[in-house]
């Protein structure tokens, strides 16, 4: 089984520097344009299936992605974003700025003490959420399937500390996907070959 998991395309909270989590924001222009040029270069390679986040910038991002192949985009709740609760629409600076409240600004470098904010998730909530999607998908496809899941920034990398079996601590290992970028992983079993982190498409 061959995975292409792509990130949406760019929001207006993207360019804000906005932590968008389980919030609903629709495509900016720019993401839409993104989404595009990326369908017209993948346009010949065949999928099996797509699933898709149901928050409107990941939908909206596969079904530009499909293209004209006759799939469904299927809306799987689990690959929803992070819940960020009470810092949602606030600035990446709360968890980013080593003087923010410190259970918040080990996000990126140390995950692993990393704290749900009030009406929030913590990242253990998000990948158990990866990992049982993982395992639906398993258990359905197990030849040389190709599937295209179209989710968020935290949630692909949820989904890849699964597949790559890594500690909490390595959360964030390799690079912060682009929008619109894929992270393209082959499954065989317990192995895993990993062909590209955060291809780009559209440059």
Not at 22 to 43: C, H, P, Q, R, Y
Not at 61 to 70: D, E, F, K, N, V
Not at 135 to 163: Q, S, T
Request: hydrophobic letters at 40%.
């Amino acid at each position: 089984m061959e995975l292409y998991i792509f990130r949406h395309g760019r929001t207006v909270w993207n360019a804000q520097r906005k932590i968008q989590g389980d919030t609903d924001i629709a495509l900016a222009k720019e993401g839409i344009d993104m989404a595009k040029a990326v369908a017209e270069k993948i346009a010949d390679i065949h999928f099996d299936a797509i699933y898709s986040s149901p928050l409107q910038r990941a939908y909206e991002t596969a079904c530009i992605l499909r293209g004209s192949r006759a799939l469904e985009v299927i809306k799987d709740d689990r690959l929803r974003e992070l819940n960020f609760g009470v810092l949602e629409g606030t600035s990446f600076d709360n968890i980013q700025n080593s003087a923010c409240d410190r259970r918040y600004s080990v996000f990126f470098t140390q995950p692993e003490l990393y704290e749900r904010p009030e009406g929030g998730e913590s990242l253990e909530e998000l990948t158990d959420r990866a990992a049982d999607f993982l395992k639906d998908l398993k258990a359905k496809y197990h030849g040389d399937e190709r599937i295209m899941i179209v989710a968020h920034g935290a949630m692909n990398k949820a989904l890849l500390k699964n597949i790559r079996g890594l500690e909490m601590k390595d959360f964030w290992a390799g690079q912060l996907q682009h929008n619109c970028a894929a992270a393209i992983v082959r499954i065989d079993g317990s192995h895993y070959e990993m062909i590209d982190e955060n291809k780009v498409f559209y440059e």
